[in-house]
Each structure stands twice: as structure tokens, then as C-alpha cells.
Nanobody, 128 residues
Framework: QVQLVESGGGLVQAGGSLRLSCVAS????????MGWLRQAPGREREFVAGISSSGGRTYYADSLKGRFTISRDNAKNTVYLQMNSLKPEDTAVYYC?????????????????????WGQGTQVTVSS
């Protein structure tokens, strides 16, 4: 198993930036494809960004391309989400998630259902 702890959330004005971090402990971090997902009040959890276990491939929700960047540092057991030009509609709890079921180091998990391990979430609030 892997344990995930997110940090970096907070309150920011529209147009601002935040960087979320997720530190993993437990089994080999480099074996896991990682992702960021979010859930706003009254809405279903949705995919934000994913990165392969090798770090060589990334994927983003269409509405977020160009504003969000996912990256990982396998030496630090950490995955990041850089969020720029934030909008009030980005307000949500952001979750870090992991899976080792994809079978290849280049695969990215795109659905919340594909992830097996989850952090506790970090709140991001964007004021207008």
C-alpha cells in the first residue's frame, strides 16, 4: 500500500496561483501512476490531471489545459500540481490519488475509478 498526504491548498484570489504537493510513503513510489482529482460541493469527483509512473506522460482535463501542470519527483516521493490563473470555479477539495494496476510505466489513469489509493484532500478556495 501507499499513503498519500496533500498540502498546499488555501484561499487565493482569482487569477492567482497555488502549488499543491502530495507526499507518498509506503511501497515504491515510482511504481505508481499518480493523479489529481477534485470535488466541489454538490458535484461528483472529477479528474484534473494524471501522470504516468515514469513521469514521461501526462494528461489533463480539457477545461484545464494550459492552466494546470502536473509533475513528479520520484526521488522525493512527491507529485505536484501547479495551478495558475485560478478561477472561482476551481474551488474544490483536491485529492491526490495513486494506482499501480495500469501495467505499463507510460499509462495514465483518467478516471476516479482507476485509482486505488487516496489522500485526505486539501481545500482550494478561489475568491472572485
Amino acid at each position: 500500500q501507499v499513503q498519500l498526504v496533500e498540502s498546499g491548498g488555501g484561499l487565493v484570489q482569482a487569477g492567482g496561483s497555488l502549488r499543491l504537493s502530495c507526499v507518498a510513503s509506503g511501497r515504491t513510489f515510482s511504481s505508481y501512476a499518480m493523479g489529481w482529482l477534485r470535488q466541489a460541493p454538490g458535484r461528483e469527483r472529477e479528474f484534473v490531471a494524471g501522470i504516468s509512473s515514469s513521469g514521461g506522460r501526462t494528461y489533463y482535463a480539457d477545461s484545464l489545459k494550459g492552466r494546470f501542470t502536473i509533475s513528479r519527483d520520484n526521488a522525493k516521493n512527491t507529485v505536484y500540481l501547479q495551478m495558475n490563473s485560478l478561477k472561482p470555479e476551481d474551488t474544490a477539495v483536491y485529492y491526490c490519488a495513486a494506482t499501480d494496476r495500469l501495467g505499463t510505466a507510460q499509462a495514465v489513469a483518467l478516471s476516479p475509478w482507476a485509482y486505488d489509493y487516496w489522500g485526505q484532500g486539501t481545500q482550494v478556495t478561489v475568491s472572485s
